[in-house]
């Protein structure tokens, strides 16, 4: 009788998929005219279903993941964003952020007296250590710094450390976005470790512990859209040989914008006398008002990218969710995130997107052959 297989941990299996490519330092450069392509990654615990989504529009659109130039992310979409940078081809790395947000409990977790620190309101839920360990690994980020990844990335954090000083203030001024990239070489954050970014851009207050005095980037825009933008349009801008590389508008950039799925919810109310218990404590949809500042600034930012780079050159992918509930609640589901990727209104939005992709100017540089066989 055959022995059986000793199972291998999570991470090894995981790190075992992407060794089929040879490791790459180099950066996907824009050459020509090609518009310069940007993959942006919300924040928010539906980071699965962004996976989801992505494997399943690699499967409809071979190499279209291969020829993203710049990753933009907030919290969780950083976290995945740089793990998807490693690669010259993310699509290798597909499996490694898939795994880790399917067993996110097993990270996102806390010693016994951590959580009764928690709970007396003196210590954040969760303890960033099993975080910090997972993606410091061989197969995830190991020890690579920006300037080490094989694409450009800009990632939102919130810095509540001391800052500028201004002479007309008393004490030094806080409380400003960090946007961390590594676009120009002379940039600072070009020797910011990969792993100390994502943790910036993810310490979510209450849950997380605050990383080098800066907290989730979601307290700046949880839809990284409109500071990719900016960031690309001031490197553009900038005197130096390295800009060259990018548009100074937006004729030259397309974009695709990811969300973590939406709630299908409306309210019957027109004129209305509502208080802190209507916007914050229904036992319906507690928190609502926190989940309407999240939305609408999302939206907005939607609007606004969608006005400024012309709407055939920017898609968003954002489905609603399929099954009622308090919306963080379902987003957290693991199950529910598979269940929401797959069913028939996403599958319907993933195959407009990666119809979209044929028609942007996204697939310039695949070969023929590829192009030929994304279209039969």
Known sequence: MAKSRKKRPLIEQ??????QEPES?????????????????????????????????????????ANVDVIAGT???AITGLMLATKANPEFMLPVAANFWRDEQ?????SLLGYVKAFAGVGPFNDSNYVQQFLSQGGVLADRKLKDLAKWVILTS????????LVSAKSPLNWRPKIFQNMGPDRDDQEMLAVDAALCSSASPIVTAVHRGKVDGGLVANNPSMIAIA???????????AAMQFPRDHQGIVMLSVGGGRADEAFKVSDA??????WLLNPLNPLLLLNGFLSGTTEAIVMESEQILDKPKFRRLDPF???????????????????????AMTQELIQETAEWLQTCGWLQDLPEAATAAIGG
């Open 106 to 110: 097993s990270y996102y977790k806390n």
């Open 231 to 241: 960031e690309v349009f001031q490197e553009g801008m900038r005197p130096t040989a």
């Open 273 to 278: 006398n509502w208080g802190y218990f209507q």
């Open 14 to 19: 995981a790190a075992s998929t992407v060794i």
């Open 75 to 77: 919290s969780a979409g």
């Open 158 to 165: 919130f810095d509540i450390s001391a800052g500028q000083v």
């Open 25 to 65: 330092n180099e950066t996907t450069r824009p050459t020509g005219a090609r518009p310069l392509r940007i993959l942006a990654l919300d924040g928010g615990p539906a980071a699965l279903l962004v996976v989801l989504m992505l494997t399943d529009l690699e499967e409809r659109v071979p190499g279209f993941l």
């Open 321 to 343: 969710y399929t099954e009622h509930g308090l919306l963080p609640f379902v987003q957290a589901d693991p199950r529910k995130q598979q269940r929401t990727a797959e069913s």
